[in-house]
């Protein structure tokens, strides 16, 4: 999995690509400690393949971070194989998801 980070001001936006798996879902916890003061964490999955459990213990983390900093929470561009894993965990009623189809060019 490869992550990039843009950063405007107090606005973060984390890109994913890839297999979010046991191996490599430690990367985004990572670029999250990092973070010590946000508006807003937004997690694009546009190019993100594949998430296992681990990966969704990560979102999990980054949202409670997200919430700790009092920042906007969402993740976007979520492509259909990964959301159909939030939905039958039953996180999308938590946390701001926005599936690939509904977003605007």
Known sequence: M???????NLDFIIHTAGWMNTESAPALGAEMEKITE???????FR??????????RQVVSAYKKAM??????SV???G???LE????TNLDSRIHILPLSEQAD
């Open 80 to 82: 259909s194989d990964v």
């Open 38 to 44: 946000a508006e807003s964490i937004v997690l694009d």
């Open 76 to 78: 976007i561009n979520v």
């Open 47 to 56: 190019e993100l393949e594949y998430i296992s459990s681990s990966g969704l």
């Open 68 to 73: 700790t900093l009092e920042a906007d929470f």
């Open 85 to 88: 894993i939030f939905r039958l």
């Open 2 to 8: 490869t992550i990039t980070v843009e950063k405007n």
